[in-house]
């Protein structure tokens, strides 16, 4: 089955700066990559997500890479600001579900 | 215009004593999941309706049942909680397959004493 790796487990970066995630996967058929982002004491939200079919998506401040070959994907964050402090998760579709990577704490320092 | 809704958002069991959380749906999707999830984890899938088609997964405890009677609602049952059960339940409903969006319903937070 799938297994997707997430990487780091926590981030602390200057507000203004960006942020890097990254996520690994195992299954070569898995096609749709996910990106929630969970708010303390609130429920997931998807934030971007990206199919095979293409390399890299971006909506705003945010944007997702996504390499097939190699089997992994990142999420990437310009101009952060307060307001993106929240755990971020990756996933990757299997079947009828989605796998989720371990989480990302994401801190902006002030 | 809540899409997901999870009742009750807090709920109080006794060790041992069957408790049933509920999910409903104005989405009409096809598929809802049942997760849990324990501080500073990731959500961990319990199970999942596709239609009417349940799949467990391999590691969910017997413990755990659900029922989905018709395409908006969805129960999960905890037939003896234990302390190790105590979490947050999140529902989620998707339009089909993991291909596409999870909408996930604001949970229901569950203590055991």
């Known amino acids: 089955g799938e297994n997707v790796e997430q990487h780091p487990s926590t981030l602390s970066v200057q507000e203004g700066d960006s942020a890097v995630i990254k996520c690994t996967y195992s299954?070569?058929?898995?096609?749709?990559f996910p990106w929630y982002k969970q708010e303390l004491g609130k429920r997931p939200q998807l934030i971007i997500d990206?199919?095979?079919?293409?390399g890299e998506k971006k909506d705003q401040r945010i944007a997702v890479t996504l390499n097939k070959t190699a089997k992994h994907f990142s999420l990437h964050i310009t101009e952060t600001q307060p307001e993106d402090s929240a755990v971020y998760f990756c996933?990757?579709?299997?079947?009828?579900?989605?796998?989720f990577g371990k989480g990302t704490r994401l801190h902006i320092l002030p | 215009d809540a899409m997901v809704i999870q009742n009750p958002r807090y709920q109080v069991t006794q060790f041992g004593k069957p408790v049933t959380l509920s999910c409903s749906q104005t989405l009409n999707h096809n598929v809802m999941y049942w997760y849990q999830q324990k501080s500073s984890q990731a959500p961990k899938l319990l199970f999942h309706y596709y239609d009417k088609d349940f799949n467990n997964e391999a590691d969910t405890p017997d413990n755990f049942q659900s029922r989905r009677p018709n395409t908006s609602f969805c129960f999960l049952d905890i037939r003896s909680p234990g302390l190790g059960d105590a979490a947050m339940y999140l529902c989620?409903?998707?339009?089909?397959?993991?291909?596409?969006?999870?909408?996930f319903g604001p949970g229901t937070r569950l203590t055991v004493t």
């Open positions: 989620a409903t998707s339009r089909a397959s993991g291909r596409y969006e999870q909408y």
């Open positions: 996933a990757a579709e299997e079947d009828d579900k989605i796998i």
């Open positions: 299954d070569s058929a898995s096609n749709y």
């Open positions: 990206i199919r095979s079919n293409v």
